[in-house]
């Protein structure tokens, strides 16, 4: 599987298409599907609690359709909705049930690499982690670990989440 490669801009807090030479990369690897999968904002469902005020459920509006573009309609919406709930999180005290849910989250988000056969198995890891001058945890560490079906057999990719200021780093090397 090749995408085009996008590489994470902590400054900008977002993630962009990368150049090199003159072209548009690409990543032959699983960085750019996880950082699609795993940061960007999938729309909450009417009866979860929103992080701010204003009821913005957020999501992509693709997603009102996947369902319809589906074979196996039978299967639930949510099954096929691009990005994750993570963002959900922000504002949210660092806690053992945070980390169980930002795990589940993560684990939802990326069910889809082993549906479409993309995966043999993805395992995610969350931990806390505290800031260098902090007391309390303040921030994620998202471990994500995937066994391909073929080709290089295991990929690590590793990244830092601080939810109070949506601030990802990701830690893997960027996409060559």
Known sequence: MTDLALVWNADAMAADLLLANGQLATDAGMRTAILISLFSDARAADDEEL??????????????????????????RDAYRIGSLLWLLSRSKITARVLAQAKQSCDDALAWL?????????????????RTGQQTPDMLAIAVEIDRPSGPNRQRHDFTWDASTATLTALSPEPA
């Open 51 to 76: 992080p701010e005020a204003g009821g913005d459920r957020r999501g992509w509006w693709g997603d009102a359709y996947a369902r319809d573009a589906r074979p196996d309609a039978g299967t639930a």
């Open 114 to 130: 082993v549906r479409d056969g993309i995966a043999s198995a993805v395992r995610v890891v969350i931990e806390a982690q505290v």
